[in-house]
């Protein structure tokens, strides 16, 4: 199975401030991979899917990009309600694999 | 409003057996491929099975294949996981997927249903 890292595992950040994870695949996946956000006692919600495309309703300030092995979830000013742990997902073959995520707190 | 909504979960011994049901509404049900994925209490996501909109297609994660069965009736809108020889490993919250379609993604979630796994 493919294998997903993040980095990092957590960050602090402030109201505004500019933020960006990072996945890495073990293994070329083309540009077959996704963003969730999940917030404590709530079910993952997709951000991005393909590398780059936003999901419908997901606000602008959240973009993706990258393909191969690297890839950048960027949020362009952290609001409150972005305060969550992101997960990535590869979609390139099965099993679908997640990242283990990286928590975004308040600084 | 797509809906999912799970169901089933318990507490159950090693070695035991469960069925998880996951009523769906607010989309034509048979027209898409649904997921079950998980997440061990703190713990990341694991993606567990699939089945495609005809039940012709199934896959399973290695951790669960030969142990666990996803199955749908679409007559009912509804998907289910049979799980059989429990281990405490497999004690985590259960999620129902929907499959976006275009892609493999997963764009609507239930909230989850718990097994715990526990003597």
């Known amino acids: 199975a493919i294998q997903m890292t993040q980095s990092p595992s957590s960050l602090s950040a402030s109201v505004g401030d500019r933020v960006t994870i990072t996945c890495r695949a073990s293994q070329g996946i083309r540009n077959d991979l996704g963003w969730y956000q999940q917030k404590p006692g709530k079910p993952p919600k997709l951000l991005i899917y393909g590398s780059s495309n936003l999901q419908s309703g997901v606000p602008s300030r959240f973009s993706g990009s990258g393909s191969d092995t690297d890839f950048t979830l960027t949020i362009s000013s952290l609001q409150p309600e972005d305060f969550a742990t992101y997960f990535c997902l590869q979609d390139y073959n099965y099993p679908p694999t997640f990242g283990p995520g990286t928590k975004v707190d308040i600084k | 409003e797509v809906q999912l909504v799970e169901s089933g979960g318990v507490v159950v011994q090693p070695g035991g057996s469960l069925r998880l049901s996951c009523a769906a509404s607010g989309f034509t049900f048979d027209d898409y491929t649904m997921h079950w994925v998980r997440q061990a209490p703190g713990k990341g996501l694991e993606w567990v099975s699939l089945i495609s909109w005809d039940s012709d297609t199934t896959y399973y994660g290695d951790s669960v294949k030969g142990r666990f069965t996803i199955s749908r009736d679409n007559s009912k809108n509804s998907l289910y996981l049979q799980m059989n020889s429990l281990r405490t490993e497999d004690t985590a919250l259960y999620y129902c997927?929907?499959?976006?379609?275009?892609?493999?993604?997963?764009?609507?979630w239930g909230q989850g249903t718990l097994v715990t796994v526990s003597s």
């Open positions: 997927a929907k499959d976006m379609a275009t892609s493999g993604y997963f764009d609507y």
